[in-house]
């Protein structure tokens, strides 16, 4: 796994990164001033955390937590065989800690063995494998029994990739994720420093908010929890009740995902294509790209009852023989037969015509094997002779279907555009009857040269 640290002095001498950053979010207890209180630095320390806890629980509990905006990944411009660029962006983990990049950053591609602290702070390194146990034992003691396996692995996997013998390098797959982290900087001296053992104790005086990019060789244990479909419940309704009946938890994830690299191989380019934004990563919608969604749903929702097609002549998906469909259905010289559609308003009478009012003739061939044929049949469309018409019919010509479809197998297939035919009020007619402008019209019938064929 390999690391890039945030540019908030962590890189500079003299400064560490904090190790034990709190998840849990304790019971809220304040500082009551009163005049000749004596205020040490635990009451600033107190008064601090109080704020930020809050601030936490408001931003899990009320909004959730992920990526609000940025942070895409993409490779680099310039050396996209050995890194990748994540934008500036803003991003809230699921402990409430606030992510941000102020502008875009590298990440080297390659991941190496993790390598441990130095020693000089050994204290660190317990503290840290404290706070990995917040997320529980099941990451933090899978990691411990695999250690050595794994750091084996890797390193077998650096030598393969250094050996230039090696003329056919295994694509592998990288997951990226950000985590917060804090930079102690400005140390000073502390010589009132109760947890001193001498004279010359040093102490931060500022904790920088900042950020790390980790990449990992391997799917992590937490990432398809941290991942998965929070709207996995089959009925959008259970999922509702389910979310209210209980407080979100804090799962103290390791960090955030942002995307998997598919298919690299060392030493070549990565392509935007091979990177996976979306799916890996949780998104956290902010207000105003919600007023925005819902301005759009509300635009494309129509406030009044839209025009549908209430009423045809022809019985849906009816099976009958050619004579039955000649006599009900194509028209002569002596009567007019054809495919009555009525609409319960008044539509634009020239936007129906014989391209957004047709039949499709499918005919079936007498060995299964073979491929169907299939015609657009030529037709005649009747309306009124008027701007607006409540009404409209299709009427194959009887040439065409005294030669062609007398005494044949065949299926027709009536459809109506309706995404192009608007009502008088402008609104586009509603051919699926799903409360929506706009649709396709479809209905057939299933001809036969007798009712045994």
């Known amino acids: 796994?390999?690391?890039?640290?945030?540019?908030?002095?962590?890189?500079d001498p003299g400064t560490r990164e904090k190790a034990c950053l709190c998840c849990d979010i304790p019971v809220f207890c304040r500082n009551n001033y009163?005049?000749?209180?004596l205020l040490t630095e635990r009451e600033f320390a107190d008064e601090q955390r109080y704020l930020i806890d809050k601030m936490r629980l408001h931003s899990v509990a009320l909004h959730g937590w992920g990526v609000v905006c940025g942070l895409m990944v993409k490779p680099?411009?310039?050396?996209?065989?050995?890194?990748?660029?994540?934008?500036?962006?803003?991003?809230v983990d699921d402990c409430g800690h606030e992510i941000r990049l102020l502008k875009d950053d590298d990440c080297i591609l390659l991941p190496k063995p993790e390598t441990r602290p130095p020693a000089a702070h050994p204290e660190q390194e317990h503290e840290r494998e404290e706070t990995q146990r917040e997320y529980g034992e099941r990451e933090h003691r899978g990691r411990d029994e695999d250690e050595d396996e794994e750091e084996e692995g890797e390193q077998a996997g650096l030598a393969e990739e250094q050996d230039g013998c090696d003329d056919a390098p295994q694509p592998r797959t990288l997951y990226l994720c950000i985590r917060y982290a804090e930079c102690e900087t400005?140390?000073?001296?502390?010589?009132?420093?109760?947890?001193?053992?001498?004279?010359?104790?040093?102490?931060p005086n500022r904790v920088c908010e900042g950020y790390k990019l980790e990449l990992y060789d391997h799917e992590p244990k937490f990432w398809e929890e941290a991942t998965q479909d929070a709207c996995a419940d089959e009925h959008c309704?259970?999922?509702?009740?389910h979310a209210r009946r209980q407080c979100p938890k804090l799962n103290c994830y390791p960090?955030?995902?942002?995307?998997?690299?598919?298919?690299?191989i060392p030493g070549q380019r990565v392509t935007a294509d091979q990177i996976e934004n979306w799916k890996p990563r949780r998104q956290l919608v902010s207000t105003a790209t919600l007023d925005q969604v819902v301005r759009c749903i509300l635009d494309r929702i129509p406030t009044e009852k839209l025009t549908y097609i209430d009423e045809t002549n022809w019985e849906h998906a009816r099976r009958c023989t050619c004579h039955e469909f000649m006599s009900d259905h194509a028209s002569s010289h002596e009567r007019i037969r054809g495919f009555h559609i009525h609409f319960s308003d008044e539509v634009r009478s020239a936007a129906i015509d014989t391209r957004s009012f047709q039949a499709l003739v499918v005919f079936r061939p007498e060995n299964m094997e073979n491929p169907r044929h299939m015609q657009i049949a030529p037709a005649h469309i009747d309306k009124e002779h008027d701007e607006k018409t409540r009404w409209c019919r299709l009427r194959i010509d009887p040439a065409y279907a005294r030669k062609h479809l007398d005494n044949q197998n065949f299926d027709l297939f009536i459809t109506l555009k309706c995404d192009h035919i608007p009502d008088v009020h402008g609104r586009r007619v509603d051919g699926n009857r799903d409360n929506i402008q706009g649709g396709t019209f479809e209905s057939w019938i299933r001809v036969r040269r007798t009712r045994s064929s």
């Open 1 to 11: 796994m390999s690391t890039a640290i945030a540019d908030c002095g962590c890189k």
């Open 34 to 37: 009163y005049r000749g209180k």
């Open 76 to 91: 680099h411009p310039h050396c996209p065989e050995r890194r990748l660029v994540v934008s500036e962006g803003f991003a």
């Open 186 to 203: 400005e140390f000073s001296p502390a010589p009132f420093d109760d947890c001193s053992c001498t004279n010359s104790s040093l102490r």
């Open 237 to 241: 309704r259970e999922y509702y009740h």
């Open 255 to 264: 960090c955030l995902p942002l995307a998997v690299i598919r298919d690299v």
